[in-house]
């Protein structure tokens, strides 16, 4: 049952500025005060653990509306496409196909799948997407760090840090106090992707009389827009793993998003039998992008990915977000499921589709997007 309530009018103690041009905060950057919100209030679930004191905020982005582009132009090299004729592969060119490791955007690592689940804290399930980009984040520039941050924040869960025991406090059916931190006059909620953040948060501020629950992101993203908060802080004491995220990237994420989180759920799942023809299905209703850019010879095309065999997959995308962190400056366009299941039989030489390429990611053969395929008869 949601307690959500509206927090109250923000605080009145203003603290320094923080740096905001920069991802990670440095030693001599003013930090943030943490209070506790006491009107402020989440749904039940929660888990016992400890929780942190922030961190500065350094750093934010916002993905660039994109133009639209008819379905029906060429293909282009997007991930390894790769000319007829053999040529030397440059030496930052992506592979045939999204590889297991792929250094890239300052190591970040491409992934076909999520990493194998943990619980840094026993009880605590982590968020280990969410968790393992933010350990990117001293690596990257940081508008590409935000974008990875925020892309994968569409998914699971996160911790929520709650003033005393939040059990005790829902039992008794009363607000839960959340951790926030106050910059000046702007006030942004604490948010944390494993108990290991937790833990570091807890040793640096030292108050025991804290919990933490658990709560889908959705959830906690709604709650954040209707509490007006300016955005949150993930994983603050984590220096360099934090970030900041607006309000206005979060408000134009989550608009942008599938309600559900279908795809980016299932692709974060383990990797059943079942899968492939799951994520096949979803693509029927979800939204979806492709990513525009150029062809050789300037001519608009849509990126698409090649295997060693030369083998065909065009390049869909769950999210303009994660078309964004790509790094190529393409343009993401959606397109509605019929339109793909056009653009799949006109081109008989398209093998299949690669979904969310940035990872974790899937490939789907022609038989397996029978669901899709069957909108265009």
Same mark, same amino acid.
């Given at each position: 049952m949601?307690?959500?309530?509206?927090?109250?009018?923000?605080?009145?103690?203003?603290?320094?500025?923080p740096?905001?041009?920069?991802?990670?905060?440095?030693?001599?950057?003013?930090?943030?005060?943490?209070t506790?919100?006491?009107?402020?209030?989440?749904p039940?679930g929660a888990?016992a653990a400890?929780?942190?004191?922030?961190a500065?905020?350094?750093?934010?982005?916002?993905?660039?509306a994109?133009?639209?582009?008819?379905?029906?132009?060429?293909?282009?090299?997007?991930?390894?496409a790769?000319?007829?004729?053999p040529?030397?592969?440059?030496?930052?060119?992506s592979?045939?196909?999204?590889?297991?490791?792929l250094?890239?955007?300052?190591?970040?690592?491409?992934m076909?799948?999520?990493p194998?689940?943990?619980?840094?804290?026993p009880?605590?399930?982590?968020n280990v997407?969410?968790?393992?980009a933010l350990?990117?984040?001293?690596?990257?520039?940081?508008s590409q760090a935000?974008l990875?941050v925020?892309?994968?924040l569409?998914q699971?869960?996160v911790?929520?840090?709650?003033?005393?025991?939040?059990r005790?406090l829902?039992a008794?059916?009363?607000?839960l106090?959340?951790?926030?931190?106050?910059?000046?006059?702007?006030?942004?909620a604490?948010?944390?992707?494993s108990?290991? &953040? =937790?833990q570091?948060?807890?040793k640096?501020? /030292?108050?025991?009389?804290?919990? @933490?629950?658990?709560q889908p992101? +959705? #959830?906690?993203l709604?709650?954040?827009?209707?509490?007006?908060?300016?955005?949150i802080v993930?994983?603050?004491?984590?220096?360099p793993?934090?970030?900041?995220?607006?309000t206005?990237l979060?408000?134009?994420?989550?608009?942008?998003?599938?309600?559900?989180?279908?795809?980016?759920?299932?692709?974060?799942?383990?990797?059943t039998?079942?899968v492939?023809a799951?994520?096949?299905?979803?693509?029927?209703?979800?939204p979806?992008?492709?990513?525009a850019?150029?062809a050789e010879?300037?001519?608009?095309?849509?990126?698409?990915?090649?295997t060693?065999?030369?083998?065909r997959?065009l390049?869909?995308?769950?999210?303009?977000?994660?078309?964004?962190?790509?790094?190529?400056?393409?343009?993401?366009?959606?397109?509605?499921?019929e339109?793909?299941?056009r &653009? =799949?039989?006109?081109?008989?030489?398209?093998? /299949?589709?690669?979904?969310?390429? @940035?990872?974790?990611?899937i490939? +789907? #053969?022609r038989?397996?997007?029978?669901p899709?395929?069957?909108?265009?008869?």
């Amino acid at each position: 049952m949601a307690l959500f309530s509206r927090r109250p009018k923000k605080p009145t103690e203003s603290s320094p500025e923080p740096a905001t041009e920069a991802t990670g905060a440095t030693a001599d950057e003013p930090a943030a005060t943490e209070t506790h919100a006491p009107d402020s209030a989440v749904p039940g679930g929660a888990d016992a653990a400890t929780a942190p004191s922030p961190a500065t905020p350094a750093g934010t982005a916002e993905a660039d509306a994109a133009p639209s582009v008819s379905i029906s132009v060429s293909s282009y090299g997007g991930l390894g496409a790769a000319p007829a004729a053999p040529r030397p592969a440059a030496a930052d060119e992506s592979p045939a196909e999204p590889p297991s490791q792929l250094p890239r955007m300052g190591g970040r690592e491409w992934m076909r799948t999520a990493p194998a689940q943990t619980e840094t804290v026993p009880g605590l399930r982590d968020n280990v997407l969410l968790r393992d980009a933010l350990g990117r984040v001293g690596d990257a520039p940081a508008s590409q760090a935000l974008l990875d941050v925020a892309r994968q924040l569409l998914q699971g869960h996160v911790f929520l840090r709650v003033k005393g025991d939040a059990r005790t406090l829902l039992a008794e059916g009363k607000p839960l106090p959340l951790g926030v931190a106050n910059l000046g006059d702007r006030t942004f909620a604490l948010a944390y992707s494993s108990g290991a &953040a =937790l833990q570091a948060s807890l040793k640096a501020d /030292g108050d025991s009389d804290t919990s @933490a629950m658990g709560q889908p992101v +959705l #959830t906690v993203l709604q709650h954040v827009f209707a509490s007006k908060y300016d955005g949150i802080v993930l994983d603050p004491a984590s220096t360099p793993s934090r970030a900041v995220l607006p309000t206005e990237l979060l408000t134009r994420a989550v608009e942008q998003a599938d309600p559900e989180l279908t795809v980016k759920t299932l692709l974060a799942a383990e990797r059943t039998p079942e899968v492939s023809a799951q994520v096949a299905e979803a693509l029927t209703h979800v939204p979806l992008w492709v990513a525009a850019g150029l062809a050789e010879g300037g001519a608009p095309g849509l990126a698409e990915g090649r295997t060693p065999d030369g083998e065909r997959f065009l390049e869909v995308y769950s999210h303009p977000l994660e078309v964004a962190v790509m790094g190529r400056g393409d343009n993401a366009v959606p397109i509605k499921a019929e339109q793909l299941a056009r &653009a =799949l039989r006109s081109d008989d030489g398209i093998n /299949g589709l690669v979904v969310d390429p @940035a990872g974790p990611w899937i490939r +789907l #053969t022609r038989d397996e997007l029978a669901p899709v395929l069957a909108l265009a008869e």
